[in-house]
Nanobody, 124 residues
Framework: QVQLVESGGGLVQAGGSLRLSCAAS????????MGWFRQAPGKERVFVSA????????YYADSVKGRFTISRDNAKNTVYLQMNSLKPEDTAVYYC?????????????????WGQGTQVTVSS
């Protein structure tokens, strides 16, 4: 099992920045990639960004490309999501997830472990 704990959410004005962190523990050697997803009220959970754990290859949804940056610190088993130029439409609960496979990183179903989520609210 892998446990994931997110932190760093909060309330910010439009144009501001936040950095989310996700600390992994347990059988971290089994992680192939880690991703961030978000879910707004009444909407489906959608892909935001992902990073391969070894190679560090990064992937982004079009809606956040150029504004968000994902990174990882393998020594700390932690992945980060730096969010800049935030918009009200970025408001959602953000979830960290870990995958044991190299299957498509954009699909919710390809992730095996999930954190509890952290709220990000962007005011206009």
């Amino acid at each position: 099992q892998v446990q994931l704990v997110e932190s760093g959410g909060g309330l910010v004005q439009a144009g501001g920045s936040l950095r989310l962190s996700c600390a992994a523990s347990g059988r971290t050697w089994s992680i192939y990639a880690m991703g961030w997803f978000r879910q707004a009220p009444g909407k489906e959970r959608v892909f935001v960004s992902a990073i391969s754990w070894i190679g560090g290859n990064t992937y982004y949804a079009d809606s956040v490309k150029g504004r968000f940056t994902i990174s990882r610190d393998n020594a700390k088993n932690t992945v980060y999501l730096q969010m800049n130029s935030l918009k009200p439409e970025d408001t959602a609960v953000y979830y960290c997830a870990a995958s044991r496979t190299s299957a498509s990183y954009t699909l919710v179903g390809n992730y095996d472990y999930w954190g509890q989520g952290t709220q990000v609210t962007v005011s206009s």
